[in-house]
């Protein structure tokens, strides 16, 4: 029998609070299967399952917060009996450091579980929620799984909740103030950014490259096609950063402080998506080395609307192998950006600017971009970074191959 | 379809796109980018549905007429 724990999603989390069960004793469940909703300092995350089987057991209750490394869950193999007592895992938990949460947990799940399992669970599946929703509801105790949602797929909004909540809108009586999402998350940049400029020895190479051409293809392509079929600058950068990360393996991969650098052996770039009112989560396009351009821009069309709506997965939130970064298609120049650890390259883009360049001895305004990677020199140096940058700018340049 | 509908459709798209959006604080000149902070992804998002929704294929250059919810729906209803 398997222990399903409490993951970490993030160098720096110790905890996460169980929000959601997605399955109910009994379900059948396959290695990548999403079973559970957490919410961490990086918003409301969906962790998944690493093993096949049968749901044995829930052990957490709703609403808690526990430690990373907490049982949640136990898991019977295909064909596995299930235990003669009801509830063993206790013994062959892998023990987290601080043992005092996961014992009244399991307690009471085991008292409760017979009878009543967690009304999300009996509800037939997932409860999409954004994360102001989920935020105000907890302020204004409303329960999340009585609301319908106005929002896609039946999804809660900050409107549903707000009209749910007993008495005025929003910041009255919200008694002993707990700190905001917001706050939460800046907390959580403020640990893996100080961490990264502490510990890894950052350089930088940066490129200016004439984009007037893939600017051109994308303008031609997108003319001729209905909108959810246009592709958008931001996905030939990323196209091309995965392409150049394939080929310059020091940039893409993993430093562990036991065993150093461990390339990864496929590629899959944190996207950088601005939140609203600030804060940032850079959650992985997995395996994008096997997409096309106009599968990299339907990925990243997936991850932003998820980002939005709460819904990132755990794999997403650990499993990037390098970042990029870009500012947009109307901001500031250029950026040097910081490593986020353990991956050990960025890649900062700064906004189309239109510029006198030289083409063929002749000066003519061309758009023009900046590119800046930001390096681990742990790992890499300046000749793989310049290889990075050369074959990055070769394929935004030649946008009909990618 | 009268110029209401169009603007509660162009609302609720919205705020399919934006879901951490709060409906009774967008204004009819909030610039959807420059205060409303919808990225270039978000914007897209928000074009195909309204694509879908009014059957109206926005081109790329016209984005700027869907910037703001009054602009939009002068736009839109000239175009449905």
């Known amino acids: 029998m398997g222990v399903f724990v409490m993951p970490s999603l993030g160098a720096d989390m110790e905890a996460g609070k169980l929000v959601e069960w997605l399955v109910k004793p009994g379900d059948t469940v396959h290695r990548g299967d999403v079973v559970a909703v957490v919410e961490t300092q990086k918003g409301a995350i969906e962790i998944e399952i690493f093993q096949d089987g049968v749901v044995h057991d829930l052990l957490a209750d709703l609403g808690r917060e526990l430690p990373v490394g907490a049982p949640l869950a136990t898991v019977l193999a295909d064909g596995e009996a299930p235990p003669e007592t009801a509830d063993t895992p206790e013994p062959e938990a892998p023990a987290p450091a601080t043992e005092p949460e996961p014992e009244p947990a399991h307690a009471e799940a085991a008292a409760a579980a017979p009878a009543s399992p967690p009304p999300s669970a009996a509800t037939d599946g997932a409860l999409r929620v954004s994360p102001a929703a989920r935020q105000l509801a907890a302020e204004k105790g409303v329960e999340l799984s009585e609301l319908k949602g106005s929002g896609p797929g039946g999804a809660i909004l900050l409107s549903d909740v707000e009209n749910a909540a007993p008495g005025a809108p929003a910041n009255t009586g919200a008694p002993a103030k707990k700190a905001s999402p917001m706050e939460e998350m800046r907390k959580a940049i403020a640990a893996a950014m100080t961490r990264s400029k502490r510990t890894i020895p950052h350089f930088y190479l940066t490129e200016t490259i004439d984009v007037d051409h893939a600017i051109d293809f994308l303008e031609t392509r997108n003319a001729d096609v209905p909108p959810g079929e246009r592709v958008l600058l931001g996905a030939i950068l990323v196209r091309a950063a995965t392409v150049a990360a394939a080929k310059v393996k020091e940039l893409n991969g993993h430093y562990l402080d036991d065993k150093g650098f461990a390339p990864a052996d496929m590629v899959n770039p944190g996207v950088a998506i601005a939140l609203r009112g600030g804060g940032l989560v850079a959650p992985a396009l997995m395996d994008a080395g096997a997409m096309s351009l106009a599968e990299t821009m339907a990925g990243m069309r997936d991850l932003v609307t998820r980002a939005r709506a709460g819904r990132l997965r755990g794999s997403e939130m650990t499993q990037g192998t390098i970042t990029v970064s870009s500012l947009g298609e109307t901001g500031a120049e250029a950026m040097a950006g910081v490593i986020f650890p ?49 074959e990055f700018a070769r394929c935004v340049q030649t946008p009909e191959e990618l | 379809m009268t110029s209401n509908d169009i603007r509660a ?15 009774e604080t967008i204004g009819d000149d909030d610039h959807i980018q420059d205060d409303l902070e919808l990225d270039s992804m978000d914007v897209l998002n928000l074009v195909a549905a309204l694509h879908e929704r009014l059957g109206i294929d926005i081109p790329e250059k016209d984005y700027p007429e869907i910037a703001t919810l009054s602009r939009a729906v002068s736009y839109l209803s000239k175009a449905a």
């Open chain 1, 342 to 390: 353990p991956q050990v390259a960025l890649v900062g883009i700064g906004a189309p600017k239109l510029r006198p360049w030289v083409v063929d001895g002749a000066v003519v305004p061309r758009r023009v971009l900046s590119v800046t990677v930001s390096a681990d020199h742990r790992v890499s140096d300046g000749r793989q970074v310049a290889r990075f940058i050369a």
């Open chain 2, 9 to 23: 459709i162009y609302l609720e798209e919205l705020l399919r796109v934006a879901p951490d959006l709060d409906a």
